[in-house]
C-alpha cells in the first residue's frame, strides 16, 4: 500500500493504523456476533426445553426460534439510533456503547431462572434481553465496516470492509464451538442443567477484551474532515437517507434478502433439522457447522479482495445464483444423515454465502455520502432482516412441520436467492470509487 492510504476526503491513514484498526472491529465484531449467534444456537438447542416446554418438541422450537426473531425486530430500531448518532458524532463512541450493551444483555442470560424455577416470567425476561440484544447488534454492523472502510483506500475497500464481515463469521464459529465443546463433554442433563449457561457467562471476559481493544482504534479519518464543516452535517440522516437514496435503499435491501436468509438456515435451522428430522446427535450438528464456518472465516475475504478487482455485482450475483442452485443440493445431502455429506452441505453453502458476503460491506457503504452513510447502511442491512433472518428459522421450521421435507425450504431459499441475484444485476457498480467521488456525485 505504499507508506499511507488516504481516505476519501484527503486525510492520511497509516498502514499500521489502517492493521490496528481493521483488527479491533473485526475482534470487535466477533464477540458482539459471537452473543448474538450464541441465543440462536442455543434456541434450537436449549432454550426449547428450558423456556418453552411444549409436549411437541418442534412447536417448543418454533416458539424459541419466535424470541431469536425479536432481536432482528429490534435491530433496525438500533440502526436508526446509532446510524443517526454515528452520522451526528462519530462512529467510534457508538461502537463501544453497542459493544457493552450486547456484553450485559449476553451475560445476563446466562443468569436467567427457568420456566420451572419461575413460570412465564422466564421466558418474558429471555425475551426482553434478546430485544436488548438486539438493538445493540442493529447499531454494531453499521459502524463497524464504516471505521474500517473509510480508513482503507477505494482500490482495496473490498478487502479492508470484509473482515468486519469475517468477523461475523468468527463469531458464528466461537459460538458454536463453545455449545459443541461444553455439550461434547457433559450429559445431556448436565448440559441442560448447567452447562449451556457458561459461554453466556464467558462474554463478560470478552466484552472486557473488546472493549481494551476498541479505546484504542482512531475516529473515521473521512467522517473527521466531513464533521469540520457544521454544515455538513445531516440533522435528520436517517430521513435524508429515505429521501435521497430510495433506489439505493431497495438495492441495498435486495442485496440482504437472501443472504440474510440462506445464513441462518444454514447455521441455526440445519441443527433442528439434524437433529429432529434426521435423528442425528446435537454434535453432529455442530461440528458440521463448526467446520463450514471455519472455512467461511476464510472465503469472506477471499470474495471481497476478488470485488476489488472484478466489481462487486458479478461476485455477489454469483453467490446469489449459486445459492439458489445449492439450496436443493444443500438439503438432498442433509438427508443422506451421513456427517461427511452434512459437512459438505454446511461447506458449500457457506461457500456461496461468502461471495454475497464478502463484497456486501463495501458495496452498501459504496452506496451513501458520508454524511448519511451510517443511517443508509444501517437501514438496508437492519429493515431487510426483519423480514428475512428473523423469519428464515420459523418459517423454515414451519415448513417442515407441515410437510416433513426439506423441499419446501429449498424453495424458500431459492426465491430469496432470485430476488437478490436480480437485485445485484440491476445495482449499479462502484469498485474503485473514492469516497470524495461518491460525496461529490450527491
Given at each position: 500500500?505504499?507508506?499511507?492510504?488516504?481516505?476519501?476526503?484527503?486525510a492520511?491513514?497509516?498502514p499500521?493504523?489502517?492493521?490496528?484498526v481493521v483488527?479491533a472491529?473485526?475482534?470487535?465484531?466477533?464477540?458482539?456476533?459471537y452473543?448474538?449467534?450464541?441465543?440462536g444456537?442455543?434456541?434450537a438447542l436449549?432454550?426449547?426445553?428450558?423456556?418453552?416446554?411444549?409436549?411437541e418438541?418442534l412447536?417448543?422450537?418454533?416458539?424459541?426460534f419466535?424470541?431469536?426473531a425479536?432481536?432482528?425486530?429490534?435491530r433496525?430500531?438500533?440502526?436508526?439510533?446509532?446510524g443517526?448518532?454515528?452520522?451526528?458524532?462519530?462512529?467510534?463512541?457508538?461502537?463501544?456503547?453497542s459493544?457493552?450493551?450486547?456484553?450485559?444483555?449476553?451475560?445476563?442470560i446466562?443468569l436467567l431462572?427457568?420456566?420451572?424455577?419461575?413460570?412465564?416470567w422466564?421466558?418474558?425476561?429471555l425475551?426482553?434481553?434478546?430485544?436488548v440484544?438486539?438493538?445493540?447488534?442493529g447499531?454494531?454492523?453499521?459502524g463497524?465496516?464504516?471505521?474500517v472502510a473509510?480508513h482503507g483506500d477505494?482500490?482495496?475497500?473490498g478487502?479492508?470492509?470484509s473482515?468486519?464481515q469475517?468477523?461475523?463469521?468468527a463469531?458464528?464459529?466461537?459460538?458454536?464451538?463453545?455449545?459443541?465443546?461444553?455439550?461434547?463433554?457433559?450429559?445431556e442433563a448436565?448440559?441442560?442443567?448447567w452447562?449451556?449457561?457458561v459461554?453466556f457467562?464467558?462474554?463478560?471476559?470478552?466484552?472486557?477484551v473488546?472493549?481494551?481493544?476498541?479505546t484504542?482504534?482512531?475516529e473515521?479519518?473521512?467522517?473527521?474532515?466531513v464533521a469540520?464543516?457544521a454544515?455538513?452535517i445531516?440533522k435528520?440522516?436517517?430521513?435524508e437517507?429515505i429521501?435521497?437514496?430510495?433506489?439505493?435503499l431497495l438495492i441495498g435491501?435486495?442485496?440482504?434478502?437472501?443472504?440474510?436468509?440462506?445464513?441462518?438456515?444454514?447455521?441455526v435451522?440445519?441443527?433442528?433439522?439434524?437433529?429432529?428430522?434426521l435423528g442425528?446427535?446435537?454434535?453432529?450438528?455442530l461440528?458440521?457447522?463448526?467446520i463450514?464456518?471455519?472455512?467461511?472465516?476464510?472465503?469472506i475475504?477471499?470474495?471481497g479482495?476478488?470485488?476489488?478487482?472484478?466489481?462487486?455485482?458479478?461476485?455477489?450475483?454469483?453467490?446469489a445464483?449459486?445459492?439458489?442452485?445449492?439450496a436443493?443440493?444443500?438439503?438432498?445431502?442433509?438427508?443422506t444423515?451421513q456427517?461427511?455429506?452434512i459437512?459438505?452441505?454446511?461447506?458449500?453453502?457457506?461457500?456461496?454465502?461468502?461471495a454475497?458476503?464478502?463484497?456486501?460491506a463495501?458495496?452498501l457503504?459504496?452506496?451513501?455520502?458520508?454524511?448519511?452513510r451510517?443511517s443508509?447502511?444501517?437501514?438496508?442491512?437492519q429493515?431487510?432482516?426483519i423480514f428475512?433472518?428473523?423469519?428464515a428459522?420459523l418459517?423454515?421450521?414451519?415448513l417442515?412441520?407441515?410437510?416433513?421435507?426439506g423441499?419446501?425450504?429449498?424453495?424458500?431459499v431459492?426465491?430469496?436467492?432470485?430476488?437478490?441475484?436480480?437485485?445485484a444485476?440491476?445495482?449499479?457498480?462502484?469498485?474503485g470509487k473514492?469516497?470524495?467521488?461518491?460525496?461529490a456525485e450527491?
Amino acid at each position: 500500500m505504499g507508506d499511507s492510504a488516504m481516505s476519501s476526503t484527503g486525510a492520511v491513514s497509516s498502514p499500521a493504523t489502517l492493521r490496528k484498526v481493521v483488527a479491533a472491529s473485526m475482534i470487535g465484531t466477533t464477540i458482539e456476533w459471537y452473543d448474538f449467534f450464541l441465543y440462536g444456537t442455543a434456541a434450537a438447542l436449549v432454550f426449547n426445553k428450558l423456556f418453552f416446554p411444549s409436549s411437541e418438541p418442534l412447536v417448543g422450537t418454533m416458539l424459541a426460534f419466535a424470541t431469536y426473531a425479536l432481536g432482528f425486530v429490534a435491530r433496525p430500531l438500533g440502526g436508526i439510533v446509532f446510524g443517526h448518532f454515528g452520522d451526528r458524532i462519530g462512529r467510534k463512541k457508538l461502537l463501544m456503547l453497542s459493544l457493552v450493551l450486547m456484553g450485559g444483555a449476553t451475560v445476563l442470560i446466562g443468569l436467567l431462572p427457568t420456566h420451572d424455577q419461575v413460570g412465564i416470567w422466564a421466558p418474558a425476561m429471555l425475551i426482553a434481553l434478546r430485544l436488548v440484544q438486539g438493538f445493540a447488534v442493529g447499531g454494531e454492523w453499521g459502524g463497524a465496516v464504516l471505521i474500517v472502510a473509510e480508513h482503507g483506500d477505494a482500490a482495496r475497500r473490498g478487502l479492508w470492509a470484509s473482515f468486519p464481515q469475517a468477523g461475523v463469521a468468527a463469531g458464528s464459529l466461537l459460538a458454536s464451538g463453545m455449545l459443541a465443546a461444553m455439550a461434547a463433554f457433559q450429559s445431556e442433563a448436565d448440559f441442560l442443567a448447567w452447562g449451556w449457561r457458561v459461554p453466556f457467562l464467558l462474554s463478560a471476559v470478552l466484552i472486557g477484551v473488546g472493549w481494551w481493544i476498541r479505546t484504542t482504534v482512531e475516529e473515521s479519518p473521512t467522517f473527521q474532515e466531513v464533521a469540520k464543516e457544521a454544515a455538513a452535517i445531516e440533522k435528520a440522516p436517517t430521513l435524508e437517507a429515505i429521501r435521497q437514496r430510495p433506489r439505493e435503499l431497495l438495492i441495498g435491501g435486495g442485496l440482504k434478502f437472501a443472504e440474510n436468509i440462506s445464513y441462518y438456515v444454514i447455521t441455526v435451522f440445519s441443527i433442528t433439522y439434524v437433529t429432529q428430522q434426521l435423528g442425528l446427535s446435537r454434535a453432529v450438528a455442530l461440528e458440521a457447522i463448526l467446520i463450514a464456518s471455519a472455512c467461511h472465516v476464510f472465503l469472506i475475504p477471499l470474495f471481497g479482495a476478488l470485488s476489488d478487482k472484478i466489481g462487486r455485482r458479478p461476485v455477489y450475483a454469483f453467490g446469489a445464483f449459486g445459492m439458489m442452485i445449492w439450496a436443493f443440493v444443500f438439503f438432498r445431502l442433509l438427508d443422506t444423515a451421513q456427517p461427511g455429506m452434512i459437512v459438505l452441505a454446511c461447506v458449500g453453502a457457506l461457500f456461496f454465502h461468502g461471495a454475497m458476503y464478502g463484497p456486501q460491506a463495501a458495496f452498501l457503504a459504496e452506496m451513501f455520502p458520508t454524511r448519511m452513510r451510517y443511517s443508509g447502511v444501517s437501514l438496508a442491512y437492519q429493515v431487510t432482516s426483519i423480514f428475512a433472518g428473523s423469519l428464515a428459522p420459523l418459517i423454515a421450521a414451519a415448513l417442515l412441520q407441515a410437510t416433513g421435507s426439506g423441499t419446501p425450504i429449498a424453495i424458500y431459499v431459492a426465491v430469496a436467492a432470485l430476488v437478490t441475484g436480480v437485485a445485484a444485476v440491476l445495482a449499479r457498480e462502484t469498485k474503485g470509487k473514492t469516497f470524495a467521488e461518491i460525496d461529490a456525485e450527491a
